[in-house]
């Protein structure tokens, strides 16, 4: 069975620092996505980026990158330039064949001004 | 917008009290899916729906649970005889047929449902 991992339950960072987050996962699949979520306290749950295990590029997405090493299964999530609106739990999360997302114990992520 | 919805976003019933949860998808997106959030946890996988047949079950969902997608659009999610440790966030998500890089999942504001 997959799991994912995170074993940083809060993390905090200054506005306009740089924060990683970090994310294991364990699968014997070759072919699978990987997920960072972002669930602002009481709203829901949005997509910050994705990554596919048959690409060797790192994913970004504007301020947010991942750095995926897929023999480490490793999947760690780099927001450059934290901004306040940036506060929120961090979810990594592991998309496979079975269709359905596992989704690792989250990051709370404090900004501070 | 045209996200996902969800109804109600709050519940409040006292145990032993039968609930039932609507979604909404995105109007394109064929699969469904519902997952449970408990506090400080990140979500668990109940169940799948691909157009309105039921592909897979969770072992979390137990037999006073059922969901339904009757006409492969919006579905719905019923706890009979609810427990206490049914308190959570109930969390409906949708995505289109897998195409290219199209596989995240997009996720409703979710119900949040309180056993008494």
């Known amino acids: 069975a997959q799991t994912v991992t995170q074993s940083q339950p809060e993390m905090s960072v200054q506005e306009a620092e740089t924060v990683t987050l970090s994310c294991t996962y364990d699968t014997s699949e070759s072919d699978y996505y990987l997920f960072w979520y972002k669930q602002p306290p009481s709203r829901q749950m949005i997509l910050v980026i994705r990554q596919e295990a048959y690409k060797q590029q790192n994913a970004t997405e504007n301020r947010f990158s991942v750095n995926f090493q897929k023999a480490a299964k490793s999947f760690s999530l780099k927001i450059s330039d934290s901004q306040l609106g940036d506060a929120a739990m961090y979810f990594c999360?592991?998309?496979?064949?079975?269709?359905?997302?596992?989704f690792g114990t989250g990051t709370l992520l404090a900004v501070q001004p | 917008d045209t996200g996902v919805s969800q109804d109600p976003r709050h519940k409040i019933t006292k145990r032993g009290q039968n609930v039932t949860f609507r979604c909404d998808p995105i109007s394109e997106h064929n699969r469904l899916y519902w997952y449970r959030q408990t506090l400080g946890q990140g979500p668990e996988f109940l169940t799948y729906?691909?157009?309105?047949?039921?592909?897979?079950k969770s072992r979390l969902l137990s037999d006073r649970f059922s969901a339904e997608r009757p006409k492969g659009s919006f579905s719905t999610l019923e706890i009979q005889r609810t427990e206490q440790g049914d308190s959570a966030m109930y969390l409906c998500?949708?995505?289109?047929?897998?195409?290219?890089?199209?596989?995240?999942?997009?996720f409703g504001p979710g119900t949040r449902l309180t056993v008494t």
């Open positions: 999360a592991y998309g496979g064949a079975t269709n359905k997302l596992i």
């Open positions: 998500a949708s995505s289109p047929p897998p195409a290219g890089d199209s596989y995240e999942q997009y």
């Open positions: 729906f691909q157009n309105e047949a039921q592909l897979e």
